[in-house]
């Protein structure tokens, strides 16, 4: 038995407005900006023949054209998150062997990509930094082990990922997090800089909860809940562990199962606080962050 969360970025998936018309002869038009979303159908496995015409744009409230999607290309750089705090001892094995092929999933998926491993009981530390190599990212998979009356601190590692993952030459970036559920979360930082952070990176955040008990930290199911959301990513509650490698397997494969499209609004040059993304193909669930991308 299981939980899902799973946040579609967008509130219109089926949406209806009405596409912005051609740029007008002898106006400017605008610079062509991009996008990377994943495209899942009902039972959460990648579409993979999308088109332009299914999708519509909209930023800042103004409507914008599609002008083209194709597969995405390039790297994709991905922060795996590992919690170490005593609540996981009895699910170690499970934590390692789902994450080992989710690193697998990744690379053999898409071999220019890389991967880093960072821990956050006790303290957000950098196990493995990002590397193409299955086996160097084992190595510091089977280092996982709990750390005696250590919290978690997730929403830094969040923070130090995201910044990490800014100075990476490619814009498909993404942090992926396994916590348990109930934990005591040690972060101070605020909604504002995880926001900040998410929004300069271009990240996004596919979280997964393994629960065993009463949720305790309300603040951070929420903040989780709303920046998967923002970001185009994913929430989902799990009470088996049995499930990890399931969920992260499915995570991996939407991930390299992005399209990068093309789209502009009007004659505006400018990079815009929020973009939304729709569709009018029935039954498919759009993974887009609201961000738009920054400007490296």
């Known amino acids: 038995m299981l939980r899902t969360r799973s946040t579609v970025l967008l509130p219109f998936a089926a949406l209806a407005f009405a596409v912005a018309a051609a740029v007008p002869a002898g106006t400017q038009a605008g610079a062509e900006k991009t996008l990377f979303m994943s495209?899942?159908?009902?039972?959460?496995k990648p579409v993979k023949d999308m088109t332009a015409g299914d999708l519509r744009v909209r930023e800042d409230g103004v409507d914008g054209d599609v002008i083209g999607l194709k597969p995405a290309a390039g790297p994709l750089f991905v922060s795996l998150l590992a919690d170490t705090t005593p609540e996981t001892e009895a699910y170690v094995s499970d934590i390692r062997k789902a994450y080992s092929g989710f690193v697998r999933k990744i690379i053999a998926a898409t071999p220019e990509s890389q991967v880093a491993l960072m821990e956050f009981?006790?303290?957000a530390v950098t196990l493995v930094p990002f590397t193409r190599s299955p086996e160097d990212l084992?190595?510091?998979i089977n280092t996982l082990f709990?750390?005696?009356?250590?919290g978690s601190v997730l929403l830094e590692a969040i923070i130090a990922s995201a910044y990490d993952l800014a100075k990476r030459g490619s814009y498909r970036r993404a942090v992926v997090s396994l916590n348990m559920e109930p934990s005591d979360e040690q972060s101070h930082q605020d909604a504002k800089k995880l926001d900040d952070a998410l929004r300069r990176s271009g990240v996004q955040l596919w979280a997964l909860s393994l629960q065993k008990g009463t949720a305790s930290n309300s603040k951070r199911d929420v903040v989780l809940n709303e920046l998967t959301k923002r970001t185009g990513g994913q929430r989902d509650i799990i009470v088996a562990q049995s499930a990890i490698d399931t969920y992260l397997s499915r995570y991996a494969e939407a991930l390299t199962s992005q399209y990068e499209m093309t789209y502009r609004v009007g004659n505006s040059d400018k990079v815009g606080r929020v973009v939304q993304v729709g569709s009018t193909r029935p039954g498919v669930k759009l993974h887009a962050s609201g961000y738009p991308l920054q400007p490296r």
């Open 146 to 150: 709990p750390k005696p009356r250590s």
């Open 39 to 44: 495209v899942l159908d009902e039972a959460g």
């Open 121 to 123: 009981g006790q303290a």
């Open 138 to 140: 084992d190595k510091g």
